[in-house]
């Protein structure tokens, strides 16, 4: 078997972009919707613990909290994140298979990092309230998206009740 590697880093950013959308419309802790995530990522990539996942989600929903007078909701604007972090690969549009690369496949060194990633909702929050990115179409769900392969398996997991005892 060969040796697992690092999550991408979009990856990562879409399962906290996804953990704190989950914990503001779901009624789930921030725990158990981190350690849903953090155990899903490991399936497939090397080990991410739940802290991981939970530190940059809760310092998000401190940011979200603080905000004045929000153009979206706070479930809107995770889920427009989560939108632009698979959509776009900064300002250009992400391709996931290309010839020569999958974007799934995994880093050989980490390239993600809990406060890399909060910098990056932050920047791509005020960047989405400027109109300089688009904003995802009414009703669109990542799990709803073709070709997902462990992406998909990732974040199609639902946390289960046996995981918390």
């Not at 940011?63 to 153009?71: L, T």
């Not at 974007?103 to 910098?119: A, H, P, T």
């Not at 309230?129 to 009703?139: I, T």
Request: aromatic content about 14%.
């Amino acid at each position: 078997m060969s040796e697992k590697l690092f999550c991408p880093e979009f990856i990562y950013d879409i399962c906290i972009g996804l953990t704190v959308k989950d914990f503001l419309v779901k009624q789930l802790s921030l725990d158990m919707v981190s350690k849903n995530y953090a155990d899903a990522i490991s399936n497939y990539y090397k080990n991410v613990e739940e802290v991981e996942i939970a530190s940059p989600s809760e310092e998000i929903l401190r940011f979200i909290s603080e905000r004045k007078n929000p153009m979206f909701e706070a479930h809107e604007l995770a889920m427009n994140y989560v939108f632009w972090k698979f959509k776009y690969d900064g300002r250009s549009e992400r391709k996931i298979k290309g010839i020569f690369k999958n974007s799934l496949k995994g880093d050989k060194e980490r390239q993600y990092n809990s406060n890399k990633s909060v910098k990056n909702f932050k920047a791509y929050s005020f960047s989405l309230r400027s109109g300089h990115f688009e904003k995802a179409p009414a009703g669109w769900d990542i799990a709803k998206e073709e070709d997902l392969q462990e992406l998909g398996e990732i974040v199609k997991k639902e946390p289960s009740i046996d995981d918390f005892i």
